[in-house]
């Protein structure tokens, strides 16, 4: 029921994913506008399920007011089913509020984890650079750090099949002993870790993928996020007017399009996973269409069979006892 | 004697400066090596004088212990003439270690000031915008960020010309309350100030120059400046290959350097000012050459004509007794 486009994407989005196979879907949400969305679809020939919830968390409904309100909200439901087992993962587009507080209290958070995490590749030009966190641990200990580089490591061996995955830690400077005080303590427990750490990187390490998992604190990921995809924004604006009259413009606008989809990766993949709740969830964009819906439900599957959420408390317990 | 080129740069810079009228420069270092770039140049006719000072820190020495032992260093000599009120201000391109601790040590700092800050525009494409702390300040209190408006706001009105310069609070979203908690913290410091706070301003506002000043850690500064250069080249190298056969190599050559002087204003100005110490000094890139060493010494003497440090010393006094 989330995102900007509502049934009708999510819908046909979920159509693509069942289509292809390998992956069997359940729709949650009001059961009249799904199956309207279907239309006339023999739903015995799909591996397509629709369970019912009555209400809907809106998109700027605050998220632990709404869900205490609506008991049957669609997210909820969703969550539950996850929780029962009888689903292994859920796609949502959103409210990304509204998912994060449905995933944190119906499954609760994994060992060690205060706050679940968002990380995803930063750019198209890295594709083996994950950056952790994304955004949502504003304030981090050196122990919330070394969860973030625990949680990428299995993420980029899970996700992006890479063995033995470098992390660096993003700091002032490469040196040890560069960087605020949260850095500073991440830096003695990755040096006395088993991760694949290959120190501090900096910011312009960053655009070059000088590590797998790149970790810094949810503020400075925040920031750093919403500025790249602005900042590209901007010299694509830049580029318009520089290239105007030299190219075509369709030319332009192709090369404009082609800058966008190195630079908006969370764009391009229609939003990203959650790590460090008890379940497999990815929350969408709300305006995800249902290429990213099914592209979602893909990354889910694949999450759900090499074992990713099993491999991740397994490497959280280590975290056990560290600097509380 | 600082900066990768050393002498004859700095010399070419010095005169370019003082044939320009209205400075008068003092050449501090190994009076051989400035007599000799000087050659058979007439002093008497140009506002040009040198200050011997028989020894030199090197770039890559610890500047603390660097400066105890070398008491005749340039950059103490040159500090010192500040001090002695026989200097309005300092160029010099470095070490930035080695300036940093002379300025403190013999300046000392600003009433309020724990640690001097350096901040700029980040961008050729907002002009109006400077960003402060630009990587001093790792770990920063509410009043550290509130330093860094306060001495914004005087850069924007005395450097920029900016009349009552708006002030935003880089955050992790608009709303009051987001954010880690020095930003909190700062929000309301600002609110209660008689700056112009326009609230916080996002990742994605700093592209398009949302507010005159904008304030952000020292730790996200430093990354967020690293980032921008080098993604920035990133796109630079994307472009070429991108432009390639399209247009002419030298028209994307032309393009790229066009692209470079918007994103690396600190090479583009040769360095920036330090702020928060009790002189004006410049502090430049080491890559520095005759242009920005000349440019250098026209940004100090715009500071002292302005009347710069004067007013950074009557906004800092609001600090005192402020969330020490």
Sequence with gaps: MGGD??????????????????????????EDAIRRELGGQDLSKLPLHVANATEVVAEHEPPVAGLRRKPDASILVATRLVKEGRA????????????????VTVLGNLEGIKRPTLGDRLLGFTPDTILFDGGTNTDCRPRDLM??????????????????PTVGLISTGVEEGKGNLAVKGAYQLLKESDLNFI????????????????????????????????FSDRIGDWLRETLDGRLPAEEIDAIRTKLFRQTHTADVNGGGMIYGVDGIVWVGHG??????????????????????????????????????
Excluded: H, W
């Design 88 to 103: 292994d993962g859920l796609v949502s587009m959103g409210s990304t509020g509204a998912v994060m507080v449905s995933a």
């Design 199 to 230: 120190g501090n990187a900096e910011g312009s390490d960053i655009p070059v993928g000088k590590a797998n998992v790149l970790i810094l604190d949810g503020f400075t990921g925040n920031v750093l996020l919403k500025f790249c995809e602005a």
């Design 287 to 324: 305006r995800a269409k249902a290429a990213q819906v099914a592209q979602a439900i893909g990354q889910v599957r694949l999450a759900a069979e090499t074992g990713l959420l099993r491999e991740l408390k397994l490497e959280l317990a280590k975290l056990r006892g560290v600097g509380e």
């Design 147 to 164: 969860s973030f580089a625990l949680i990428g490591s299995v993420v980029a061996r899970k996700m992006l099949n890479i063995d033995n």
């Design 5 to 30: 486009y509502g049934p009708p994407e999510m819908v046909k989005g979920a159509l693509e994913a069942a289509r292809s196979g390998d992956v069997e879907v359940i729709l949650v949400g009001a």
